[in-house]
């Protein structure tokens, strides 16, 4: 699972303080990247939540804790649990971990090298101005990932995606709340507390990454919020994924 989607599941950190009666909740973005400009759409529901793309979709059952992504390109799915999910990144936890103790043992020119090259640094947010998106006010947040990324993202107070109606609830929070796989790494310092500085709902957001030489510059932003219940089949993975070929899920081959 790329790290854009698993990003997106941490929207879920949203819902764990959101009351009862929020209304299902529709966002669709204008998107820019490497593929061009396109579109993107959310959906949140009490039971599911989906991200989808021209080339992607990732569903999230919060009841069975499933995790269901669909590659359109390669007409490929595949399915993973939370726990299972939450298992390999506590493996990637513990191997970063002893790669850090070793890395202590280095000189300390080479050791900033090397967590430079990895992206490693202590993570920031700092507040920046308001401003308007698709019809709501909303406040930037500057988001500093070590050397490996920089976000801005715009929060509104005024939209609140529904709590999940079953499933366990306290573990999504979990994982989104340590902003999944970014919190395996040990080298970035306090993610979760810097996080909680963001208030409210990212409707916009332009992401800027570096790895091992290379960049990789994105964006989406909100053109259309909707608040009508989401038609079940938005949801039926059967009829998105019907002719499509399934596959280990990508994390499980990270493994």
Sequence with gaps: MKLDRIAAVACAAA?????????????????????????????????????????????????????????????????????????????????MQAMNAQMANMPPAVREKMQGMMGGGAVTVTKGATRKVAGYDCQDYDVAMGAM?????CATTALVPPVPASGDLAR???????????????????????????QGFSIAQSTSMK??????DTSKEATEVKTSPIPADAFDVAALTKGYKKVASPATQMK
């Excluded at 999504?172 to 963001?198: D, H």
């Design 211 to 216: 790895m091992m030489g290379r960049s990789t």
């Design 15 to 95: 819902l764990a303080t959101a009351p009862a009666v929020a209304a299902d909740l529709t966002i669709v973005y204008k998107t820019s990247g490497t593929a061009g400009p396109g579109t993107a759409t959310s959906y949140f529901s009490s039971e599911k939540m989906r991200v989808s793309d021209a080339e992607r979709d990732m569903i999230v059952e919060y009841g069975p804790g499933r995790i269901v992504s669909i590659d359109h390109k390669k007409k490929e799915y595949s399915d993973i649990t939370l726990a299972e999910l939450e298992a390999m990144i506590k493996s990637a936890s513990d191997k």
């Design 172 to 198: 999504f929070k979990s994982f989104a709340g340590g902003a999944g796989a970014l919190a395996m790494n040990p080298m970035f310092k306090g993610v979760v507390e810097e996080m909680k500085k963001i």
């Design 149 to 153: 990324m920089t976000m801005r993202l």
